[in-house]
């Protein structure tokens, strides 16, 4: 009996342990939710525009909705799984289990298609589409505008430099024309966004164009941010691992 008692005793000290573990965790979840709602809002909202360049690209307009999918999703799982294991109610966790299981493969599987899909993401890449389909005005057109808002946003010309511009669509219809005028340098002043001088710039003067390529400029600004994101994305997936071991221990430690 002394025996007995001890060992029931042990099992409610280890399931208690678990229910706390598991509350700890989903917590994270629920914090890394509101992390992801926070960055797919921001870039929403951006006053810099990014916002113009995502609204523009349809993978990345897609690619913010995702984020901002899967920021309500580990929120509401996190709320779930706290509920679930402070209540220690069986419904409420193998609902918890089943959803974070879903979530985890979608994870998964984005993770596989962004590795399918990284040759798209390439210097040459961009530099070819550039050469082939910016028409350096024509606003009206989805590619050009958006390359008009990076270049305007970042100081930058072209993806690799100015260079990029020779032998392209840009060329043949501004034949004149060296460089678009979102290349050119604006003025220094706060709110002066005059180009100073544009003819010499559009003509090719060095001096008064922004010589940075574009891709090492965006990758600089946003380089921090990856890496972040990479391991918040490693971090959530094995939080996301744990929480569905405890989770299933609580399931069938519960009478």
């Not at 000290?13 to 914090?31: G, R, T």
């Not at 710039?201 to 008064?208: D, T």
């Not at 890496?227 to 609580?250: K, P, Q, R, S």
Request: glycine share 8%; net charge negative.
């Amino acid at each position: 009996m002394e025996a007995s008692a001890r060992g029931t005793a042990m099992d409610r000290d280890c399931l208690s342990c678990i229910k706390y573990l598991m509350f700890v965790f989903n917590f994270l979840i629920f914090l890394g939710g509101s992390f992801l709602l926070g960055v797919g809002v921001w870039v929403l909202v951006d006053p810099t525009g990014f916002k113009e360049i995502v609204a523009a690209n349809p993978l990345l307009f897609t690619g913010v909705y995702i984020i901002l999918a899967m920021g309500g999703m580990l929120f509401l799982l996190g709320f779930l799984g706290c509920c679930g294991a402070i209540r220690e109610n069986k419904c409420l966790l193998m609902f918890f289990f089943m959803l974070i299981l879903v979530i985890f493969l979608a994870e998964l599987a984005a993770a596989i298609l962004a590795f399918i899909f990284r040759e798209h993401l390439t210097r040459e890449y961009f530099t070819k589409e550039l050469k082939r389909h910016y028409q350096g005005y024509n606003n009206t057109d989805v590619f050009t505008g958006t390359w008009n808002a990076i270049m305007n946003t970042f100081d930058c010309c072209g993806v690799n430099s100015p260079v990029d511009f020779e032998e392209s669509l840009f060329r043949l219809i501004n034949p004149n024309e060296m460089v678009p005028a979102a290349c050119c340098r604006r003025g220094s002043h706060p709110g002066d966004s005059a180009y100073i001088p544009q003819e010499e710039c559009l003509m090719g003067n060095m001096l008064f164009r922004n010589n940075k390529g574009c891709y090492s400029a965006v990758v600089d600004y946003f380089e921090l941010y990856i890496y972040v994101a990479g391991a918040l994305a490693i971090v959530v997936l094995t939080i996301e691992l744990f929480a569905m071991v405890f989770a299933m221990c609580l399931f069938r430690g519960i009478q």
